[in-house]
Nanobody, 127 residues
Framework: QVQLVESGGGLVQPGGSLRLSCAASGLALEHHAVGWFRQAPGKGRAGISCISRRADGSTYYSDSVQGRFTISRDNAKNTVYLQMDSLKPEDTAVYYC???????????????????WGQGTPVTVSS
């Protein structure tokens, strides 16, 4: 059974940084695409970043986070990270990671289907 667990969220001041982790069991993340999504209060869920399987390694970002967020993976720990820098109040949201056994590559539009999701970790950017 595939399980994803996000961690690393919290309260941070504008301009600060956080690193989110997405730890997996039941699936080797290095062989699959992994996406990060977020859902802000009162809004729908939106894709913000994705990393294709290790053999490809392509990364993608939404315009809203390009240049501030970095996605990476640690294959030994079966974990994907989202480093978030220069955080803004509009980054406040619940952040989710997702993957799927059939997902090898991301899509530039960040709308790739994923069947397995974590429970989410909340991020609040406020002074």
């Amino acid at each position: 059974q595939v399980q994803l667990v996000e961690s690393g969220g919290g309260l941070v001041q504008p301009g600060g940084s956080l690193r989110l982790s997405c730890a997996a069991s039941g699936l080797a993340l290095e062989h699959h695409a992994v996406g990060w999504f977020r859902q802000a209060p009162g809004k729908g869920r939106a894709g913000i970043s994705c990393i294709s399987r290790r053999a490809d390694g392509s990364t993608y970002y939404s315009d809203s986070v390009q240049g501030r967020f970095t996605i990476s993976r640690d294959n030994a720990k079966n974990t994907v990270y989202l480093q978030m820098d220069s955080l803004k109040p509009e980054d406040t949201a619940v952040y989710y990671c997702a993957t799927d056994p059939g997902a090898l590559y991301c899509t530039a539009s960040l709308n790739r289907y994923f069947g397995h999701w974590g429970q989410g970790t909340p991020v609040t950017v406020s002074s």
